[in-house]
């Protein structure tokens, strides 16, 4: 918390409010579960003395629960201490624990265009042209599903080409400056299409695109907005159709299956990155290892 938000400031239900927006709503939520316990330990820290030593233990206690560096400062940061991450006690100690439980990310199956499609329902329930529209429009937008389903009609924009996005808010942005996303039509499965047929069919002319459909039978269709966990179940669901294990998907995959296909195809990083929102080129060099892996191999044709 900033030195100048007194705690009693804080009480206020506006300043609380302002304060919580700082994070994304995931990542706060997963950090106000820490503050109270790093508030308890920043008290026993000042009163012992050995700043250092007990940050060390406490990072130890989080770092062996799968939290980062970056995210232990920035739960232990909000209290009126320093954070321990610095100092060479505490570096020592999630060295330590790399080295014994591992640092490997855990990354879902990227599903690339063929498994896209394999997996896009054909069939003509409601449901079904949901999560088709789904599947289709999260790959061609390289989407996160929390982005997905932000989405309102008021977002789209058709044109000859395809189809304009408008993203209102993302985990990059927070402050809301927004972004578009050209989604061009398709020749084996159209997203463009496969939305339209969607909105057609559930009638949806205002509001959220993605909603909760009850009673399979009578597809009754609410103004309820699908949750980011629903794309999710949407995309494993799919994978298990097709014979793969559904734990090694997930909403994700849709995002990394298409930098992992338009890689394989030559596409530009930067054009890439018009369409994903990255800011670095980082992570799109991990899926361009991963999709070039083969490419020109130094052991090809030994063997």
Known sequence: MPAFMSTRAVRDSTLAACYRCLYAPRTGGAYDSHHRTAGIAGRTWRRRGDVAARGARAAAGDAGGGRHVPTLRSHRGPQHFD?????????????????????????????????????????????????????????????????????????????????????????TDQEGLGRRVAIPRGEIACPVAALRAWRDAAGITEGAIFRRIFNKRAQRITDRRLAPRNVAAIVKQGAARLGFDPSTFAGHSLRAGFVTSAVKRGANLIKITDVTGHRSLEMLKTYSRDAEAFVGHAGAGLL
């Open 83 to 171: 954070t321990p991450t610095g100092d060479e006690k505490v570096k020592a100690v999630l060295s330590g624990i790399r080295r014994t439980i591992g640092a490997a990310p855990v990354r879902k199956r990227a599903a690339t265009a063929d498994i896209v499609i394999a997996m896009s329902p054909t069939a003509t329930s409601l449901r079904a042209l949901r999560n088709r529209a789904i599947i289709l429009l999260g790959f061609a937008g390289a989407f996160r599903r929390s982005e997905l389903v932000a989405l309102n009609v008021e977002d789209l924009e058709e044109s000859p080409e395809g189809m304009l996005v408008t993203l209102r808010r993302s985990k």
